[in-house]
């Protein structure tokens, strides 16, 4: 089952900082991040494990809640080159057999202005 | 390495035509995931292999989906016959394992079905 995201699209000016969410209705092993820019594939970010860690990776950091199957990127001080669209993908904790794969969100759109 | 290398970078073919999409994953890398990309519903994985063996098949959208993985660094997501609604980016990713690691994305085959 697909994870929650939200905001759905963010604007925002240089500088400036953003939050965005997702959840599962599923307890899960790992939150990956990955941002994707126009035409290009998706380029990993970070992984956070069970376990309730923050991760930082310069001004992007991400939390993990397992207990809330929630996981929160943290962008601070924008900068231009932050614009795209931000997706998480899920890892469930439990599944019959073996894994199920890397399950993404619908993603967050996020715009930079000057 | 190179990467994942996706063939071909774009496709347009007729409604009812058969099409074949290709992928080589990184050397050493024992999954591969092939995903489908549209605006309506973001990122699905379709179905991921294990050491060339497909795990998880649920994503494939109809029977005119198949994928094969003949050996460690090549596999094909075949749609037989090719439809309008197909028409999507197809990803293909792998990883070293299937839990809480970086799936590293090819650049994807945009498919456009007139």
């Known amino acids: 089952q697909q994870p929650v995201q939200s905001p759905q699209a963010v604007i925002l000016r240089e500088g400036e900082d953003a939050v965005i969410n997702c959840s599962s209705s599923k307890a899960l092993y790992s939150v990956h991040w990955y941002r994707q820019k126009h035409g290009e594939a998706p380029v990993f970010l970070m992984i956070?494990?069970?376990?309730?860690e923050q991760k930082g990776h310069e001004k992007i950091s991400a939390s993990f809640n397992e207990k809330k199957q929630q996981s929160s990127l943290y962008l601070t001080a924008s900068q231009l080159s932050y614009s795209g669209t931000y997706f998480c993908?899920?890892?469930?904790?439990?599944?019959?057999?073996?894994?199920?794969?890397?399950?993404f969100g619908k993603g967050t759109h996020l715009i930079i202005q000057p | 390495d190179a990467g994942v290398i996706q063939s071909p970078r774009h496709e347009v073919t007729e409604m009812g035509q058969e099409v074949t999409l290709r992928c080589k994953p990184i050397?050493?890398?024992?999954?591969l995931f092939w995903y489908r990309q549209t605006m309506m519903r973001g990122l699905e994985l379709l179905i991921y292999f294990n050491n060339n063996v497909p795990i998880d098949d649920s994503g494939m959208p109809e029977d005119r989906f198949s994928a094969k993985m003949p050996n460690a660094s090549f596999s094909t997501l075949k749609i037989q016959p090719s439809e309008p609604r197909d028409s999507a980016v197809y990803f293909c990713?792998?990883?070293?394992?299937?839990?809480?690691?970086?799936?590293?994305f090819g650049q994807g085959t945009r498919l456009t079905v007139v």
């Open positions: 993908g899920t890892e469930n904790e439990y599944s019959g057999g073996g894994a199920d794969g890397l399950t």
């Open positions: 050397s050493g890398h024992d999954y």
């Open positions: 990713a792998s990883s070293l394992t299937n839990r809480g690691t970086e799936a590293f």
């Open positions: 956070l494990l069970k376990g309730g």
